[in-house]
Structure formats: structure tokens, C-alpha cells
């Protein structure tokens, strides 16, 4: 089979999966979605950078943590 043939192959195969997307088990879910509206997006956005900043801070709170007080501890304590 030459590389054109294959190419062309795949091509296909491609196209055979595009065909099939909301014909399956998620294609009511597919045919119900929407796009979101700009308050809704809005909101999504705040709350997700509020998640972001607060699992940020409990990084961060655990590093400093390790890097600044357990050395202290261990200093205190003499290990």
C-alpha cells in the first residue's frame, strides 16, 4: 500500500468518528448543551479563580511551613 493510500486511509477513519459524535450515548447530552451566558460565564470564572487562590495559599502556607518553621522546631528541639 503506498503512503498516498494510507494517508487517505486515515482520512477516513477521521471522518468516520466526526460522523458518529452525537449519534451515540452522549448525543442527547450533545443536542441539549449550550453555550453560557455572559453573567453565567462570569460567575464560573470568579469561583474558579477563588479555587485557584485558596489551593495557592494552602501551598504556599505548607511551604513556608516545611522551609521556616520545622527547621525552627527542630533547632528548639535539638534534632
Not at 468518528?17 to 449519534?23: E, H, L, M, P
Not at 453555550?35 to 502556607?61: C, R, V
Request: charged letters at 25%; aromatic letters at 10%.
Amino acid at each position: 500500500m503506498k503512503l498516498i493510500d494510507k494517508a487517505w486511509e486515515v482520512q477516513r477513519k477521521i471522518e468516520q468518528r466526526f460522523q458518529r459524535i452525537g449519534k451515540g450515548k452522549y448525543g442527547r447530552v450533545f443536542k441539549m448543551a449550550r453555550n453560557p451566558d455572559p453573567d453565567e460565564y462570569a460567575k464560573t470564572a470568579q469561583m474558579t479563580a477563588i479555587g485557584i487562590l485558596i489551593i495557592g495559599l494552602i501551598g504556599f502556607t505548607i511551604f513556608i511551613l516545611a522551609t521556616e518553621v520545622a527547621p525552627w522546631i527542630a533547632e528548639k528541639i535539638g534534632i
